[in-house]
């Protein structure tokens, strides 16, 4: 009997350390993995304002001809229902990359700062850990933002949803700063990178090119949700979920691809 349950033991270390393995080989150090698969939302958990954790209002979140899209076909009005589309994994190191490309009318009743506005939240909450009524992930995004063909509007901006980050080694609460990157006008693809290294740095790039860099990622101790997020009263952020927004206004993404990095 002894011998049997050794063998079980040991059968039962051998299936943890294979799924252990495929589990890290899945996101193999500078290889790039595809976080959409271009078939369905598997992997992805949708949350929206008002509604339980898992529950995709109005099919806000779907794929169709291969993209992942965001749309409102669905919706009498936007009525302050914001929604983030959340990856199953927690990444702390990674370079993240997303092409997108707004597509249609902004719904009715959103606001006209999320005209052509998005955003990809980065070490940010899980969406279990989300109140019902909860607008945004307390996290750091990366907004995804697009011109009206005429005004000027830098894109992958940074805002700062229950946190702050530092610049220059000056704290800063302010929450949305501007990049230096060039407006992104009509209907073209954009492809806009993250490199995320833990607290240590964070880097926005807009076609290849870096608009924007932080770093120390934090917690707001001001914000309500600071009691229940912060580890024995760390504020540091080095890791967290990864979400796509949605905000009223209609997109597209044909890709998002993460490399994890050292």
């Known amino acids: 009997m002894k011998y049997l349950f050794k063998a079980a033991q040991f059968f039962l270390l051998v299936v943890i350390m294979m799924s ?57 009005k936007f009525d302050a229902r914001f929604g983030h589309l959340f990856y199953k994994d927690k990444f702390s190191h990674y370079l993240l990359a997303v092409e997108y490309r707004f597509k249609g009318d902004q719904v009715a009743g959103g606001a006209g700062w999320a005209y052509r506005n998005s955003g990809i939240m980065i070490h940010g909450q899980s969406p279990e850990s989300m109140t019902k009524k909860q607008y945004f992930p307390v996290s750091i995004e990366v907004q995804l933002l697009g011109g009206d063909g005429v005004n000027e509007r830098t894109n992958a901006n940074v805002c700062t949803p229950g946190t702050h980050i530092e610049m220059n080694g000056e704290l800063i609460e302010r929450h949305c700063n501007n990049s230096t990157s ?41 914000d309500p ?34 490399m994890v990095l050292e």
């Not at 600071?226 to 979400?243: C, P, Q, R, V």
């Open 182 to 222: 060039k407006t992104c006008h009509n209907d073209e693809w954009v492809r806009v990178e993250v490199e995320v290294r833990g607290n240590k740095v964070i880097k926005h790039f807009v076609d290849g090119v870096m608009v924007m860099e932080y770093n120390k990622p934090q917690l707001d101790d001001k």
């Open 225 to 258: 949700s600071f009691a229940k997020l912060a580890k024995d009263g760390e504020k540091m952020l080095s890791e967290g979920t990864i979400s796509l927004q949605s905000e009223s206004a209609p997109l597209e993404f044909r890709k998002v691809e993460i």
């Open 20 to 76: 252990c393995s495929t589990s890290a080989s899945k996101y193999k150090k500078g290889k790039w993995v595809q976080l959409f698969n271009g078939k369905n939302l598997e992997g992805w958990t949708p949350k929206i304002t008002g509604y339980d954790c898992g529950e995709n209002y109005g099919n806000t979140f779907r794929v169709e001809d291969g993209l992942l899209k965001v749309s409102y076909d669905q919706y009498d």
